[in-house]
């Protein structure tokens, strides 16, 4: 069971979309998704914009938004809180949604192809996000 699976409830859990392991959602239910997981104690790591189709995924990877390392002695709604307010901000920073399908088609051949075809890219966009639950990694460093 994943992070998100034991921790953010089924309604996130269903807007999202499954890319490998990993979890991703559209712009508009981003901060609610980071909203969720730090009220559920999970600090946020951070993460990237993904087009996601059947046959293929385009990361941008440029387009990140991770936060800083859980600082000694942070607690952890100190360190959930800070990870929220850093993620969102680099977040808002995030070029609009157009400018990203700009970007992917200049940046993937698969994209392009997929744009030729009339396919709409924002359909495919998600914003994955990456969790960590704070009290499990301090119980692993004082092992």
């Known amino acids: 069971m994943t992070e998100e699976q034991k921790y953010l409830p089924s309604e996130i859990l269903l807007k999202s979309t499954l890319s490998g392991q990993e979890y991703g959602w559209k712009r508009e239910d981003f901060k609610e ?23 293929g995924t385009c990361e941008l990877y440029w387009r990140k938004y991770d936060t800083n390392e859980r600082k000694a002695n942070e607690d952890c709604t100190s360190y959930c809180n800070r990870t929220k307010t ?17 970007e992917g088609i200049e940046s993937f051949k698969f994209l392009r192809a997929k ?7 924002e359909n495919h966009l998600i914003f994955i996000l990456y969790f960590e639950d704070s009290e499990t990694e301090i119980a692993k460093k004082e092992k």
Do not use: M, R, W
């Open 115 to 121: 744009s030729e075809e009339g396919i709409n890219l």
């Open 86 to 102: 850093e993620c969102l901000e680099q977040f808002k920073e995030t070029p609009n949604n157009q400018k990203l399908i700009e």
């Open 33 to 55: 998704v980071v909203d969720y997981a730090v009220k559920a104690g999970l600090a946020i790591i951070g993460g990237q914009v993904q087009f996601k189709f059947p046959d």
